[in-house]
């Protein structure tokens, strides 16, 4: 197994998560390192992504509210949720892609925010 995700749970409108991903299993400091969101019954949405050594960019609809952040030397990817609303309800999945290497998806982590 290349990614961990951890941190999913159930969240109240508003409230906070922070996700996290453990790339151990890989060279971590050369991948672009996303988090992506799937509803079920739709297609996986980019969320965030990092370059190795660069800012992250993200989906316009959590701008704002979601801070991702990577550490190269412990090979994590986090992913710090604020004001949460309940179309932030999906499974969060890890992604690591680097063209000399391929790609590698986590196992993904529910995140439901509901009152």
Known sequence: ?????TGGGLVQPGG????SCDGSGIAFRYYTMSWYRQVRGNQRELVVSIPPSGSPTYVDSV????TASRDNRAKTLSLQMTSVKPE????????????KVGTYWGQ???VTVSS
């Open 108 to 110: 993904g982590t529910q």
């Open 16 to 19: 906070s998560l922070r996700l």
């Open 63 to 66: 701008k704002g509210r979601f």
């Open 88 to 99: 932030d309800t999906a499974v969060y999945y890890c992604h690591a892609q680097w063209s």
């Open 1 to 5: 197994v290349n990614l961990v995700e």
